[in-house]
């Protein structure tokens, strides 16, 4: 790719504007401005946001709409929800803007969202716009790695996927988000009513099972509290002995054969020994380990840069990860 | 895909007669027969071959011509060099038929042979075939996995993928092959000469470089006996302390910038601790571990098998494991 890709950023929290910063940095990308609903943030000048002197003159913009060129590219970090991401989404592709989201249900809109899913892909058949989902959970160590060593193993019969994050070493939402201070009971409530959580469990899960083309019987869900065993002190939070210090989700899913896909995620601070760790039953047997686990942060930032080239190359509509060539 | 795909298995030694039972059990897959340029192999039944009675009547062909129902895919396990797979290639080519191969350098054919890549690519274009080479190395554990692995890394400066393979478990052709028993300085001269060793890894760098668009300066390739510490005994061989027990295989590539690939390849009789490690310097830094590696043989099967439908979905023309959607 010789010519530059115009690329806007939509969404300026803590990992949108690494993304910024990424795609100034990037050879083939010309950022054309950025945009974020929050007020405090519009106007302001995208070389002071992030020290890049060659994006000054760059102003935030509140919508797509105001951006002075049109970019070809968005990179979407904005909502965790499908549902909730989905006016925004719809409004880029009904201009023809592709789109490289962090929103984690994107990974596998049809999941819960079969018919909003159905209608952006329709839009985006009509009117040549590209988007997908993309991250490093979901996005990679639970569903792409999986399947990409599924493509050397025969006979699959089981996917388990074990991923320990010390939420100790990441930034505050990360923390906030896995109940860092909660008492635990109050922490359980929010967890079943899914007003907490780790977003994108499941969707990793139905992502695998797509793509090894299995039909599984039922997916079950759990997400409980990880109780600090003593005092905890992090940048951001202090979690006395008792208090909720992480969270514990799994999903797992069967097929009719008895073949079995186990996604397990443990994030809490202080986990010792973070690691991500994909075994596979099948002939050959698989079993990795990635050491300290992939950091989640600086590694969703680069799937998000990473994808645009790839994505650009499938033809449009509302692509799946595992769609999409891998270079 | 609800339609069989109609495939026939060229090359009937151990891992094509592997591929061959593989694809018989496989649903989406209709075997239309074998090909084998061994006069002692033709006219076989396939049935008796593999022990697989859906195969009955089927008999191993001296050439594609010969099969009685056109394939849509070859599975092709013959050669290790490009070049000597070139005519076979062609002519399945010329007919419009679809390749997936076992060739090593047909990993990255345009490495040592751009004329004849280029020439089968036009052909392909031309008659709506696809090829491609795949396979575990090359292929998959030190390209294809590190290439993936750099889909969540930014500012990659360096990938070191190592291979270190017990020989002793794996088949005697695998055995002869790295030299066991024969006395390094012969060895050593069949290596320098290119008359011994494993295809195919200097191809895996070039298909690494290729996914991440860098031109390396120079690749630099070394191989060496492992002479045997103590005496050992397999299946196949019997070596004596002293003489070779396997091969070290190494390549280097740099690039302007210093960015750098390392590929380690160790294959001996009697390694200990088999295993696969890839290495990504970058933002973040990776660090993975296959414990006791990726076994060679049948992950070879599982990944011609795999790649077939995936390369269905791909344009006509000489494909590149890393152009293919990933499932």
Redesign the interface.
Known sequence: MNEHLKVAQMGLGPIGLECLK?LAEAPWAQVVGAVDIDPAKCGADLAVLIGQKALRGLRVCASPEELKQSPEIIFHTAVSRFKDAYEQLEALARRGINVVSSCEELVFPSLRQPRLAQRLDALCRKTGARVVGTG?NPG?VMD??P????????DIRAIQVERIVDASTRREPLQRKIGSGQPPAQFRRLLRSGRAGHAGLAESLALIA???NWKTVRIVESANPVVAKRNIRTRYFSVIKGQTCGLHQRVVATTATGCRILLDLKMYLGAENPRDIVRIK???P???????G??GD??????L???ARRLMKAPPGLAL???????
């Open positions: 990424a490093v990679f792409v790695l399947v990409c060593l599924g493509g050397v193993v025969r797509h793509a090894l099948g002939n050959p698989l079993d990795l380990v990635m050491q300290g992939v950091a600086q590694a969703t930032v680069a799937a840069v990473n994808t990860l595992t769609d999409l060539p891998m270079a």
